[in-house]
C-alpha cells in the first residue's frame, strides 16, 4: 500500500544485523574477551526474609586467585529504586528474598568466585516470610521496608501495610450505575509470576580506565538508565560513566534493570572492578538468572461490571492486588497499568477501581512486554465473555456494542482520535470463522481483544551523519532487540535522504555519544526514536539541499533527492552527487549531520488537542481440550492488529507473533513456583515448562490500515501489544469447548482437569 | 587579564589526562591487547628506485604461524594521494624509495612475521636513483612516475621534469622595482630533511567485525582522513569503516597519514585483519619508523630582494626547489606554504617567487609543524639580516621599518587587520637586551620573526551533551596531542555553561560519533573546534535557558548560569539547579544536547570584509661560539608571540616552548643522512642527533596582547608558530658573533667549523 507514496517503507527488506545472528558471528555480552579480566560472582541470599546479624569475609579474602570481595559496606550509603527509594546494591541490615545480593566476588576464575562466596560467612535472623499479595496486606504480616511510608494516595479506610505504591480510577458514579445495572457480573482473576526466560543470560563487564572512568558493557535495554544507578550508586558523576551495549539475545523488558531496579548486577561489577583494580566479568548462570532478576508479576483481579439488557456497559469497579516483589522496582508503573486496564478499553462511563501494588518476600517486578497488560486483559476479556454469557448475547456482537467512538474517552486515554477496535474484532472473527466454522468434538473458539499505550513517556533524540560517499552514520539511543533500530531506523534515514538501506548504519549504543534515551522498552522505539530519525534526516537533506543550490543554480525548495543524486525538480539532466556534495561540506560547515528528537510534550499537546489514536488488536483462536488429561491444543489462531502505519510488515508480524507465543505460553504453561519458604522450585528450564513448537499453533497475522498513530509517518509501536489478548482468548476458546470458565492461569492440564472435573462434581 | 570578564577563561588549569600521562597509566597505542590479535609486519624496499620483476610469497605463506601474506595484486587496484594520485597502498610495478612498502605479512607473533618477511621473495630491476631536488629537474634524471604528468600551471618556459606541484606568487612589476632599488641582495639557502622524532612509534590495529565492518584503532592526527583511507583502498563505504583514536605520544605532524599518504600503514593493516580473518596489529621499530613515515622536507630556497637605502623594501624574487620525496604526499601544500613564505611577512609590494615541488627517491614529505615555515623563514630572516647589514642598519630597525599597518597586503594575505609584529620586535629586543646587553668574546646575538596561516582550512563541528546531574560530555573531532582538547576545549564549556572545568569530560575520537575533522593540524584545534564547542555550548545553554524560564516564571532572556545553577539575573533568590534542568529535558526533548560548526567559509568572508589578523612573533638570542670547534651554544633565548587571546597561558607557552625546541635541533643539529643509494644512513637515535637538555635554552616566553584572532574569543593558533624563527635567530647571532654567514642547516659543529676555516682563507 505505501509503496506509491514510498520507495522503502512499506517494504521488507532485509534485517540489519541478521546474519551474523543466525550464523553465531555476532559478538554477544558473554563474547567480550577484555584483557587481564577477572570473573565477579555475587552471594545471593537463602532466606526470603531476614537480618544480617554480621558478614565476614576474611576467609574468602584470603583465598588465593581473590581481588575483591565486597559487601555494602564497601559502597557508598546510597539507595535506590524508581518510584520509592527503597533499595541497596548489596542488601544492608536485611534481605528480602531468596535471590537478594549479598556480597560480591572477583576472582581469577568461575572456579575461585564460587570457593570464596561459599567462603563469605553470613549470620542471619530469619524474620516471618510473606509470599501472597493480600497476606502482605494483612496486619498479621510481617513488615518488609521499616522505612518505607505507605503512599500518600492510600484511601483512607484503606487499613492495610506492605503497600508499595496505590492507583485509583475513578470516572462517573460507579455506585449509582451498578445500582441500575439491569444484569451484574461479578468475578475475581488470578494471574502468577513468569520470567521473561530471555535465552541470554545477563552480563555485565565493568573496568577502571586510567583517568578513573568507569567502562561498562551490558546486554542492557536501557543503558542510560544503567548508567544512572552505576554513578548514582558509586557517587560519580555521569560523564564518568560510559555503558556501551552489546548485542541482546532476548530480553524482554527482563534486561531494563537500569530503570527498574531490579537485576542491578552492573553497580556491583563496577564497584568490583574498581575495588579489584582489573576489569571484572559477571555472566549469571540459569538459576541464577531466574532466581534473582525481574519477572511478570502476578496479579489478583477482583472485577466487576453492570450492563444492560442490550449489552451496553454502564459500570465497572474492582480491585488489583498487584506484587512488587521484595522492592518496588517497576512494580508501580505496572500495577498502574494493570489497574487503568481493568477499565477495560470499551466505552465505560462509570469507573471505579484500586490498584495496590505489595511488597511481598519475592524477586522483584520488572517492565515484561507489556507490564501489567496481559494480566488486565486475561481477567477483562474473560469476563466480556462471562457478561455476554449471562446476557445471552454473542461474545463478537457484545463486544461491538460496546466499541467507542471518535471522541470518546476511555480509562486512561481522556479524548479517542481513531478507533480501529470494531474493525479488529470483525476482522478476527472473519478469519477465525466466526460463527461458520464446524466445531469438532471439545473444541471451543474463543477471541478477545487489547490495546495497549500510546506516545507517553520520555522523548529522545537522533543524528544522521552524511558521510563523504553518501553513506549515513545513524546514532539513536535505542538498542537492537529485534525492534526498529535495524527495520525501520534505516529505512527511514534511506527514505528520506534519497539512498540505499545498505548505505545506512545504525551503531550500538554508546552512552558518550548516542542520544539520550529512557530505556528500549514500552514499544517506543519507532515512536521516539524513528520520529528523531525522521527530523534528524530531514534536516540533513536541508543542509544537503542548502549546499547544493549553489552548485545547481537553483532554490533549496525546487530540489529532490533519489538514487544518490540531487536533482532540480523537473529539471533531471541538472543533478549533482550526493557524495560530492557531502564532501563540499568540509569547506563549509565540516559535514552535514542532521540532528532531530522527539518532543514528547508537544506529541502530548497534540494528543491533548486533537485525541490519541492507540493501538488496537483482536486475537481468536480454536482450541481442543483432552477431557481425560485437560491439555489444550491451539487449533487456529488469528491475531488482528492496527499499529498504524506499517513501515516493515515482516518485522511487526514478527512482534506480533513472539507477542503471542509468550502469552500463549503464560496462559498454557508458564509460572515461576515457589515453596512456603521463597525458594523458587522451578529455576531451571527443565522444571520451568516454556511452551515447545508442539504446543505452538502459527499465528496468522493481519494488520489493518487508515489509523495513524502519533510515530513517524503515523507508526505505531508494535513490540508489546500482541501480549495483551491471547490468555483470555484461549480461555474463551476453552470454556466455549468445555463450558467451565477457569479463571487462574496457567491453563495447564493439571488445572484445566482439576476446574473440569471440579465442574463435573 | 582575561579574570574580570571571564571565570575560567585566561586561568592555566590542570591539564586533562595529564596524570595518566606522567604515571605511564594512559592506554597508548602499543598498549592495546585485542583478543585473537595476530602481529603485522611489512616488506619495504632495498632500492630507493626498481622496477617490480616479481614476488613470490608462496614460502611465506606455507611459513607455519602465517596467516596472510599480501601484496598489491590482493588489494583492490585504487590509488591514493591528496593532490596528486600518483601511489598504490603497496608498490605496485615499482618502487620509488628505501622503505616503499611492497608485502605485508600477519602472523602469530613478531619472531614468525620477521621470518615470513624474509621468504617473500622479490626480483627487482634497479633504476637510476635521484636524490637532489634540482637534479631531478633536469632532462637527464630518471623520471619517478611516468604515470604523473605536469602541473597544469607550470611556466610555459620551464624545461623541467619530475616536477609534482608548481606554485607560482606574483604582486607587482617586481622586474622594475628590483632595477629601480638602491640596493640588491641575493642569497641562497638551504634546510635538510628532518624527521619529526615523536617517541611513541607509529601504531596501526585492525579488526573485522562480524558484519564485516573494519574497526582500526591508531595512534592517528587524523582519524578521518585514515578513514577515508581504509576505505577507498580496501572499496568499502566510509560508514562501514570505523577508526578509533588512541592515546598520542607525539605526533608533530609526523602521524597525520590519514591527510598526507604518507606512512599508511592503517590500510595495509586493515587488508592483513581482512585476509587473515584475525585482529592484527603493526608495530613500526624505530629504524623503521625512521625511514618509511613522513618528513619534514629540504628545501632549496634562492631570495633576492630590492631595497631603498632607507631601508625600504621594494621587490622580492625567488625560487623554492622543495622535496617532496618519492610520492606527492603533502609536498604540495608544504611547498607552496615555503614558496609564500619566501615573500616574507612585511610589506613588499613588488613579488615573484617560483616554488617547484619534485619527486626524488627518498621517503615522503608530511605536514611536520608548521609545514614549509621554519624552511622558508630561515632564508627569509637570515636574508633580512644580509640586507640590513649591507645597508648598515640595525636588524631590528630594519624590520621595524618594513613592518605593515592595518589594511595592507602581504604575501598570502590580501587585507591585515591588527599587526602585532613590530610589538613582537620591540619586545624581543627589549627583553633579549638589543643594543644593551655587553656580549663577551665570541658571543652574539641575533633576532628573526615569524608569522603563520590562519583560519583557512576545513571547518568542522562539536557537540556539547550535557548529562541529567549537569556534567558534560564533549564530542570534538580534534585528537588530544596536547593542544586545545585536554585544555581550552573543557575550559570553552566550563565558562559557557557555568560548570566547573572538571565536570567537563572531552571524549576521544570514534568516526562513528565525532563530528568530522580534517585533522589535528594546522595549528587549528582551537580555531575550528574551540569555534564549534563555544557554540555548541552557547546552544546547550539557551536549551537550559528555554526548559528553566517556565520553571522561574521568567524570560529565557533573562537567565544566567552559574556554579551550576541557572538563576534570574538580579534576582539571586530565584534559582534552580543545572541538574533539575538538564533531567526535566527527559519528558520534553530526551536531553540537552548542544551543536555547533565552525563556518569556514563564513570566517574567509568575514576576513574577506574586515581582514585578517595573523599570529606574529620575534625570536631573539645570545649564543657563544667555539672557534675550536665550531660549537654553538645558546646562552639566552626569548620567544615573543601574539597568539590572540589566551585562553590556557601555560599550554600556550608549552606550545611555544615546544615547537622552538624542534626548530633548535633542527638548527643545531638534526637531519636525516642519505648515502648515494638513497640508503638513510641514521635511522637510530644514535646517529641521529636530537637537541640534549645540554643543548637547549631556557625559553622564556612572553605573549602578546590586544590583537584578537579568528577564533573563538578572539584565540589564535599557537602550535607551529614557534617553530618558524628559530633557526634565522641562531644563524644570525653566529654570523653576529663570527662574522659568518651560514645559509646550510645545521648549523653543527662540523659545518659551522668548515665556514668559519672557509672565511678565513
Redesign the interface.
Known amino acids: 500500500m505505501a509503496k506509491a507514496e514510498h520507495s522503502v517503507l512499506g517494504t521488507s527488506i532485509a534485517r ?2 541478521g ?2 545472528r543466525v550464523t553465531g ?3 554477544y555480552g558473554i563474547d567480550l ?1 577484555l ?2 579480566a577477572v570473573r565477579g560472582g555475587i552471594l545471593r541470599s537463602q532466606h526470603a526474609h531476614a537480618k544480617i546479624v554480621s558478614i565476614d569475609t576474611s576467609q574468602a579474602k584470603a583465598l588465593p586467585g581473590v581481588y575483591a570481595v565486597v559487601t555494602a559496606a564497601d559502597a557508598p550509603d546510597v539507595k535506590y529504586g524508581r518510584t520509592t527509594i527503597d533499595r541497596y546494591m548489596l542488601a544492608k541490615n536485611k534481605v528480602r528474598y531468596m535471590g537478594d545480593p549479598v556480597a560480591a566476588v572477583a576472582a581469577e576464575s568461575q572456579a575461585v568466585v564460587k570457593q570464596a562466596l561459599k567462603k563469605i560467612k553470613v549470620v542471619y535472623e530469619p524474620l516471618p516470610v510473606v509470599l501472597d499479595p493480600e497476606e502482605t496486606m494483612k496486619a498479621s504480616a510481617p513488615t518488609l521496608h521499616e522505612e518505607v511510608p505507605l503512599p500518600a494516595n492510600l484511601p483512607k479506610d484503606a487499613n492495610v501495610k506492605n503497600v508499595c505504591s496505590y492507583t485509583g480510577v475513578h470516572a462517573g458514579d460507579p455506585e449509582k450505575a451498578m445500582a441500575e445495572a439491569d444484569v451484574v457480573v461479578e468475578e475475581v482473576y488470578e494471574t502468577k509470576m513468569i520470567h521473561p526466560q530471555y535465552l541470554e543470560p545477563r552480563i555485565a563487564a565493568a573496568r577502571q ?3 578513573g ?1 568507569i567502562t561498562l558493557w551490558a546486554n542492557a535495554q536501557a543503558p542510560f538508565g544503567v548508567r ?1 544507578d552505576v ?1 548514582r550508586l558509586l557517587k560519580v ?4 560513566v560510559r555503558v556501551l551495549s552489546t548485542e541482546l539475545g532476548g530480553g524482554f523488558g527482563g534486561k531494563a534493570s537500569g530503570i527498574t531496579s531490579g537485576a542491578a548486577i552492573e553497580p556491583i561489577c563496577a564497584l568490583l572492578a574498581v575495588k579489584a583494580r582489573r576489569p571484572v566479568m559477571i555472566v549469571l548462570d540459569k538459576a541464577e538468572e531466574t532466581i534473582s532478576t525481574t519477572i511478570r508479576s502476578g496479579a489478583k483481579m477482583y472485577i466487576k461490571t453492570g450492563v444492560k439488557k442490550d449489552g451496553t456497559i454502564v459500570a465497572r469497579t474492582g480491585k488489583v492486588v498487584y506484587d512488587a516483589g521484595a522492592y518496588s522496582g517497576f512494580g508501580a508503573m505496572a500495577g498502574a497499568r494493570c489497574t487503568q486496564m481493568l477499565g477495560g478499553w470499551y466505552l465505560t462511563p462509570n469507573v471505579h477501581i484500586d490498584g495496590y501494588v505489595v511488597y511481598t518476600n519475592k524477586q522483584v517486578c520488572g517492565p515484561v512486554r507489556g507490564p501489567g497488560g496481559p494480566q488486565a486483559a486475561f481477567a477483562v476479556e474473560s469476563h466480556m465473555d462471562s457478561i455476554a454469557a449471562k446476557l445471552g448475547i454473542d461474545p463478537v456482537e457484545f463486544r461491538l456494542k460496546n466499541v467507542p467512538k471518535s471522541g470518546d474517552r476511555i480509562v486512561g486515554v481522556p479524548k479517542l482520535r481513531d478507533i480501529s477496535l470494531g474493525e479488529t474484532v470483525r476482522i478476527a472473527a472473519e478469519k477465525i470463522g466466526w460463527g461458520k466454522t464446524k466445531l469438532g468434538k471439545n473444541q471451543g473458539i474463543g477471541i478477545a481483544t487489547g490495546s495497549w499505550i500510546e506516545s507517553s513517556g ?4 537522533a543524528m544522521v ?1 552524511v ?3 553518501g ?3 545513524v ?1 539513536i ?1 535505542k538498542i537492537d532487540m529485534g525492534t526498529a533500530p535495524r527495520f525501520g531506523i534505516p529505512m527511514i534515514v534511506a527514505e528520506e535522504l534519497g539512498i540505499p538501506v545498505n ?3 545504525v ?1 550500538n549504543v ?1 552512552t ?7 530505556g528500549t522498552v514500552g514499544s517506543r522505539s519507532i515512536i ?1 526514536s524513528g520520529t ?1 530519525t525522521r527530523l534528524a534526516a530531514i534536516d540533513a537533506r536541508n543542509q544537503i539541499f542548502k549546499l547544493a543550490a549553489s552548485q545547481l543554480e537553483a532554490s533549496p525548495d525546487d530540489l529532490e533527492i533519489k538514487d544518490k543524486q540531487i536533482r532540480v525538480k523537473g529539471t533531471p539532466a541538472k543533478s549533482v552527487p550526493l557524495a560530492t556534495v557531502a564532501t563540499a561540506a ?6 552535514v ?1 542532521g ?1 532531530g ?6 506529541m502530548a499537546a497534540e494528543e491533548k488537542a486533537h485525541g490519541n489514536s492507540p493501538p488496537f488488536t483482536a486475537h481468536a483462536c480454536i482450541v481442543e481440550v483432552d477431557p481425560d488429561t485437560g491439555n489444550v491444543k491451539i487449533l487456529k489462531y488469528v491475531a488482528v492488529h492496527d499499529v498504524g502505519f506499517v513501515i516493515h510488515p515482516v518485522a511487526v508480524e514478527g512482534q506480533v507473533e513472539g507477542a503471542a507465543a509468550m502469552s500463549i505460553g503464560q496462559a498454557l504453561c508458564e509460572q515461576v513456583v515457589f515453596d512456603t519458604n521463597g525458594r523458587t522450585m522451578n529455576p531451571s528450564f527443565v522444571d520451568y515448562l516454556m511452551p515447545t513448537i508442539n504446543m505452538m499453533p502459527r499465528i496468522e497475522t493481519t494488520l489493518v490500515h487508515g489509523y495513524p498513530g502519533a510515530g513517524p509517518y503515523g507508526a505505531k509501536g508494535a513490540g508489546e501489544i500482541g501480549c495483551v489478548p491471547p490468555m483470555a482468548a484461549i480461555a474463551n476458546a476453552i470454556c466455549n469447548a468445555t463450558g467451565v470458565r477457569i479463571r487462574t492461569l496457567p491453563l495447564s492440564p493439571e488445572n484445566v482437569l482439576r476446574a473440569l472435573r471440579a465442574a463435573k462434581r
Chains 1, 2 share one sequence.
Not at 558523576?237 to 564518568?240: C, F, G, T, V, Y
Not at 568540509?586 to 559535514?591: L, R, S, T, Y
Not at 528528537?597 to 508537544?602: F, G, Q, T, V
Open positions: 540489519q544485523g546474519v551474523e558471528a555476532g559478538i574477551d584483557p587481564n580506565e586510567p583517568d572512568r544512572t554513578a558523576p555521569l560523564n564518568k520520555p522523548g529522545g533524540g551523519k558521510n563523504e560517499d553513506s549515513a552514520t546514532h539511543g548505505d545506512v548504519m551503531v554508546d558518550d555519544a548516542s542520544p539520550w534515551d529512557a521516539v528523531a568540509h569547506n563549509v560547515i565540516g559535514e549531520v540532528h528528537y522527539c518532543d514528547s510534550k508537544l
